[in-house]
């Protein structure tokens, strides 16, 4: 007995001190373990569902007690849709899929051999609608064929997509040696309910989102299909391939309420996965259906593969995390120390986690509802850009807190984001503060909604060095010797072979001008530095048109272009003179009426300082017969109000200028595509609005416009001219133009504040 006891009364010491240190040690904190939303879990499910679908693991790994490999998809197609969406479900869901996938088609059926396809022509079939034999038939081969190289068999539309790493882990979880017959259960709708002659109780498995059936049972049923096939009751192949296996496997399709969730069908008629794709059917769904255009399947593809990605970066900062608590448990580093980046990356989401040394340094807040408000901008329109951030942040967060919904008995619902604050924090990453209203749906029927405050936090990872194959192959670019600092927006950072040069095409200025001489010498000295004396693959066309004034520079600018093309004989530099009063789209289709249909033309203003960057990132973003660059320039604000002693146009701050979105007057595009698209409105009288209604044609053409913030394009302050006899849309266009250009609201505020002083200090004298 007292032996029994001198046994038992260590084990129990232990278990107290094990308690007794859990309890003390700062990694087993209950508050950060709620903080971090069992991101371990999670993390440790996407390692795992990861390495079970890696190309590189052996078969033998995937299960070892047998070798066999754990699914065969058999994808249902047509002579029709071989070479759309047969193409498409091969190079993007197929490839995710643990085991084989081949397609079924007709028996003559030609598959040309560079769109790589494995296809199976089905002897005595056609493409005949309904499939009843098309899908016996391929049961057949797939028993035939691969009966014991397989634990599971797909039978699979080519409109269904399906999440192969989803599908890899759910079917391990099942034992796969009984009989299973497993989909998404149906038993008719409308119409057919009780017109499928299906028995009391009895259902099919829906073949649009995919059926899968184990070895057991493809093997029960295969020797029975020609009675299966002379002893239809349906039109539908799905309900006949059902009516068999439950007969001669004794089976029927899975009756789990969550089979409708993971096996899903979307019966909106058309839309099915063409708008937004951040919804809980998406995330639930193993296979999806369906999915008729193939844009919409690589669509849909390249969201689930960033859904994927964005989980491998979500462990890898809890990852970063985990070494960084265990360094500061084991003294390694203090609290406050990130001196490295693993001690950088492995700080927890915080609202301190960034600490200003300066007012200088100190990150405002953005307060947005229906409009944004912040310091810059006090009252604008919530970029789409922004939006878009806004709810996928929201999603996400939904994501992660609901991974643990069946454990906790609950689904979150986000149901409106009422308003909110957000920061940027360049070395840490995305703050948002914000007042959402939840529905919290209880798994037993029950729900309530309340108001919170959420504080959601975006990570930046660790930085990516990617090789840009034109700067490795492009030639050494100079910069401007009479400005300081460098260029920081000039490619190519060393010397290279002539061997190593690609050919490039040349990038054809269009400037039309009117008056103006002096910006006209500032704009030809910018030219000719930037581009003309480092030999740049350029090309210049002024178009001229004269004045009323009696000191008109026209001649004096003709003069200045013959000058410049006569020191620079070998390149194309034409000055084109305009008839009649200014028209800038007239004058931009005459220039363009000089080139070639493949000539690369860059539409631009005198206005406009040029950094030698720009060429690469023009020839890069433009397309024939398929993209237009719209980049976004640098607006610069009166000088007047920036105190500054010099002008460095190389600065870009919020202090300096701005980025106009809204301004569409520069545009690298294809002569060919400007004609295809329709050209400029010549009827257009004066400056503005032509540049819009051209952003307009290549938007509702077939053409993709790319638009980015380009730091090589800095704009020039002038004062800007509004006369209402432009018609109300294009004057009142001009103001609010013109009201952005004085200067930022913080120098506008300083500027108000010394009139108000100054007046105190006359009126007190």
Request: aromatic share 10%.
């Amino acid at each position: 007995m007292f032996r029994r006891i001198r046994h038992v009364i260590p084990f129990f010491l232990g278990i107290g001190l094990g308690i007794l240190l859990a309890a003390r040690s700062p990694l087993l904190d209950r508050r950060q373990s709620q903080n971090d939303f069992g991101l371990e879990r999670r993390c440790r499910a996407v390692v795992r569902a990861i390495e079970e679908t890696s190309p590189t693991t052996p078969v033998s790994s995937l299960k070892p007690i047998e070798s066999r490999h754990l699914l065969f998809v058999g994808v249902m197609t047509t002579a029709k849709f071989l070479s759309t969406r047969a193409v498409a479900v091969n190079r993007t869901w197929a490839k995710t899929i643990p085991g084989r996938v081949e397609f079924f088609s007709s028996q003559f059926t030609d598959v040309p051999a560079e769109w790589n396809l494995p296809v199976v022509r089905l002897g005595g079939v056609d493409d005949s609608y309904p499939p009843q034999k098309k899908s016996f038939m391929m049961l057949k081969y797939m028993h035939d064929n691969f009966i014991d190289r397989y634990e599971w068999f797909m039978r699979a539309d080519d409109d269904v997509y399906v999440k192969g790493r989803k599908l890899g882990t759910f079917l391990r979880s099942i034992n796969a040696t009984g009989r299973h017959f497993i989909g998404q259960p149906g038993i008719g709708e409308g119409e057919e309910e009780g017109m499928l002659h299906l028995q009391k109780g009895r259902n099919f498995c829906m073949g649009g989102p995919g059926v899968f059936i184990s070895r057991a049972t493809l093997k029960s049923i295969v020797p029975h299909i020609s009675y299966c096939l002379k002893n239809l009751r349906s039109i539908h192949e799905d309900v006949e391939v059902g009516r068999c296996v439950h007969q001669f496997a004794g089976v029927d399709c899975t009756w789990s309420y969550e089979m409708k969730d993971l096996f899903y069908h979307d019966f909106s008629n058309g839309s099915a996965f063409t708008g937004n794709l951040h919804t809980p059917q998406i995330w639930k769904a193993i296979a999806m259906h369906p999915v008729k255009q193939t844009p919409h399947m690589y669509r849909l593809h390249a969201y689930v593969e960033s859904q994927l990605m964005a989980n491998k970066r979500l462990c890898t900062m809890s990852f970063y995390r985990e070494v960084r608590d265990m360094a500061v448990l084991l003294q390694e580093v203090g609290p406050e120390t990130y001196d490295n980046e693993t001690h950088h990356l492995g700080l927890h989401p915080s609202l301190m986690k960034f600490k200003a040394e300066s007012a200088q340094d100190v990150r405002l807040w953005e307060f947005f509802g229906l409009c944004r408000y912040s310091l810059g901008d006090p009252k604008s329109a919530i970029p789409r850009p922004m939006m878009a951030s806004i709810a996928e942040a929201v999603a996400q967060g939904k994501q992660i807190i609901n991974s643990d919904a069946q454990k906790k008995g609950r689904t979150i619902v986000v149901k409106e984001t009422k308003c909110g604050y957000s920061r940027l924090t360049p070395p840490h990453g995305i703050d948002y503060i914000l007042d959402v209203l939840l529905k919290y749906q209880m798994h037993e029927g029950s729900s309530r909604s309340v108001r919170r405050n959420t504080h959601l936090h975006q990570s930046f990872g660790k930085i990516e060095l990617i090789e840009d194959e034109q700067m490795l192959h492009g030639r050494e670019k100079r910069i401007d010797r009479n400005l300081t600092p460098p260029d920081p927006t000039t490619y190519g950072v060393g010397t290279y072979s002539e061997s190593h040069q690609q050919p490039q095409d040349t990038i054809n200025f269009i400037v039309p001008i009117v008056g103006r001489l002096g910006p006209f010498t500032r704009f030809m000295d910018n030219f000719e530095r930037n581009f003309l004396a480092p030999g740049e693959n350029v090309g210049l066309l002024v178009v001229l048109y004269r004045t009323s004034f009696i000191d008109d520079p026209s001649d004096v600018i003709g003069g200045a272009v013959t000058q410049v093309k006569s020191r620079y004989q070998d390149y194309d530099i034409r000055l084109l003179h305009g008839v009649g009063d200014f028209q800038r789209a007239l004058a931009l289709d005459l220039g363009a009426s000089q080139l070639p249909n493949s000539a690369l033309l860059f539409l631009v203003d005198v206005d406009m300082h040029m950094s030698t960057g720009f060429l690469s990132r023009c020839r890069t973003n433009t397309r024939l017969q398929s993209q237009v660059y719209f980049p976004i320039g640098f607006f610069r604000y009166n000088p007047n109000f920036v105190k500054e002693p010099h002008m460095n146009l190389l600065k870009i701050d919020k202090e300096q200028g701005y980025f106009l979105g809204y301004s569409y007057g520069m545009v690298c595009i294809y002569n060919a595509d400007l004609r295809r698209v329709g050209g400029l409105d010549t009827s257009i009288v004066g400056w503005g609005y032509e540049d819009v209604d051209l952003y307009d044609k290549v938007v509702s053409s077939n053409l993709t416009v790319f638009r980015a913030p380009d730091p090589g394009l800095s704009h020039i302050y002038h004062p800007f001219v509004c006369s209402q006899a432009q018609g109300p849309a294009r004057y009142n266009m001009c103001l609010g133009a013109k009201s952005y250009t004085y200067g930022s609201s913080l120098q506008l505020m300083k500027e108000l504040q010394e009139v108000r002083e100054n007046r105190a200090t006359i009126s007190t004298n």
